[in-house]
Structures are given as structure tokens and as C-alpha cells.
């Protein structure tokens, strides 16, 4: 049976996801935003439609996915996938969601889980959540398999912590007991490859994150380490907030450690780099 999968969103993690569905045989499209990157990723092999959220994607371009994944960001007025692009999803028997960590709210270190009641505090989780609710809603309707994977923060090659040092924009910030949980791009798309087997109608929740939390002054540390570059001194948190952007110190007002118990042990998922060690020594010895 031919497997099509329609991926809204082939940005970082879509197209990682697109490029290991095509290794394993599937016939992949996907949107991007601008018709230069639609252009560029057809001369790459990968059927790609320009949408930007606010013109019903055709029939024509959507084909007739049996799986359905989305990466995009909701906004202020919603999902733009849902809100644009809903009678074209009907026929799919699969459906995929992108969605935070940072619905879970603050829980000052402590531990969530796929059980741990969805609190945001942050606008931008808040429309996660929502638009979580959306296609929830949409599955329901439909009958399809729907699995929501929730990532706290996403690395990767061309966006790590050693692509910040290399550029020295890298600020190793002190605030006691705060912690950060991460995943990286290539064991994201091995989680969402892994949910697509899963179509028994059901609505799954998956947090898709590595082993280790860690503050991210080690993170920097360790990378410049790998790149044998000096340890910036460590920055109190009371100096260095008022000189951060908004955003920044978003990230910063919450603090929790993500389980991926449920990822290893029910969906059979073994992470390619376990913490941000194996991660970014990957990517150092790949750029050498």
C-alpha cells in the first residue's frame, strides 16, 4: 500500500522529517512560504507548494494524503491549516501535530509527563494548546489517528549552540536550579516516522525529548569545548535579564524537566543522541 505523506510546514524539522519519509519509501509533499524555497526544494526532489496561511492550499497541490502532518505555528486568529485548509484533511487516516513542551506551564524543575495537566502561561503556548484542541476536534470528526508530539527546544546542524559560540553570541546566563529539556531534529523525525504506524483511531500524546536537561551555561561550555574555544564567564541572571529581549527572557520564566518514558517504552523509539553531548559532538565532527 502506497503511503503519502502531506507535511504543512518544511522547515527545520518538516523537512528533516520529509527527507527520512522518502529513505524509507513514502511519497512526500509538503508547503513553504515562499515560492523561491518551493522552487528550490523541487530541484532537491521534494514536491513542494507555496502557502502562507492565508489562501486555501488547492486540491490539486494537496493530492490525497493518507498521512497528514503539521508543523506550523498557530497565531493570534488560529491554526492556519485548520482555519484555511479543513475540507481538504477529511480523507486522511493519519494525522500529525507539532506542538510544545511549553504547554505544560512552569513547574519549577519538576518533572511532566504526558499525564501532567496542560497549564501555559506563555501567549504562544496558549495557542499551541488551542490549536492541539483544534485538531483534536478534527479527528474526532474524521475518525483518523491523531498524535500530538510535543518538543521542548529543537537543535540541530546550522542551529546549535556551537553555531552561536562560532558567531560569539553565545551568553552563558546564571539562574540557579534553571534547566532546559531539548531533542534533536534527526530524533524528532525518527518519533514521528514511528507514530505514523499507529493508525488505530486513537489521539496520542507524545514528548519527544532527550534524556538530560540541562542548564544551558553547560550546553555552552561543552560546546566550546568541542570547538576548543575559551568558557565565557558566567553572567548572573539579575545582570543579564534586563539586557535580554522579551522572548528571551520568556524562555527563562519557566523551568521544568520533560519525561520521554512513554516515547521509549510505548512507541519503541531509541534516541540517536540521548543528551546534548551526543548531539553536538555530531555536528562539530560532521563540520570538520
Request: hydrophobic share 40%; proline share 7%.
Amino acid at each position: 500500500m502506497t503511503r503519502r505523506l502531506f507535511i504543512f510546514g518544511l522547515g527545520f524539522s518538516g523537512l528533516e522529517i520529509a527527507k527520512l519519509a522518502m529513505a524509507e519509501g513514502w511519497t512526500v509533499a509538503g508547503t513553504c512560504t515562499s515560492e523561491e524555497k518551493a522552487r528550490r526544494l523541487r530541484e532537491a526532489g521534494i514536491e513542494a507548494h507555496r502557502f502562507d496561511g492565508t489562501v486555501p492550499l488547492s486540491p490539486e497541490a494537496f493530492g490525497e494524503p493518507t498521512h497528514v502532518l503539521c508543523t506550523i505555528a498557530p497565531g493570534e486568529s488560529g491554526d492556519p491549516v485548520l482555519r484555511t485548509c479543513r475540507p481538504l484533511l477529511d480523507r486522511a487516516r493519519w494525522l500529525g501535530y507539532l506542538s510544545t513542551t511549553g504547554v505544560y506551564g512552569d513547574h519549577e524543575g519538576g518533572w511532566v509527563d504526558e499525564t501532567t495537566p496542560a497549564l501555559p502561561t506563555q501567549p504562544r503556548s496558549r495557542q499551541r494548546l488551542a490549536a492541539e484542541q483544534g485538531w483534536r476536534e478534527l479527528a474526532s470528526a474524521t475518525g483518523a489517528s491523531l498524535h500530538i508530539l510535543r518538543l521542548p527546544g529543537i537543535y540541530g546542524p546550522g542551529r546549535s549552540t556551537l553555531d552561536r559560540v562560532r558567531a560569539g553570541a553565545a551568553q552563558r546566563i546564571d539562574k540557579p536550579g534553571q534547566v532546559f529539556s531539548r531533542i534533536h531534529v534527526e530524533d524528532i523525525a525518527a518519533s514521528a516516522l514511528k507514530a505514523t504506524a499507529r493508525e488505530d483511531g486513537k489521539v496520542e500524546l507524545w514528548n519527544v525529548a532527550d534524556d538530560l536537561p540541562a542548564p544551558n551555561a553547560d550546553v555552552i561550555a561543552y560546546a566550546c569545548e568541542l570547538l576548543g574555544r575559551p568558557v565565557p564567564p558566567a553572567i548572573p541572571w539579575d545582570e543579564a535579564a534586563p539586557t535580554m529581549s522579551a522572548m528571551a527572557r520568556s524562555f527563562y520564566s519557566e523551568n521544568r524537566r520533560v519525561r520521554n518514558d512513554k516515547l521509549k517504552r510505548d512507541l519503541g523509539v531509541v534516541l540517536r543522541y540521548p543528551t546534548y553531548r551526543e548531539g553536538l559532538k555530531a555536528i562539530a565532527a560532521a563540520a570538520n
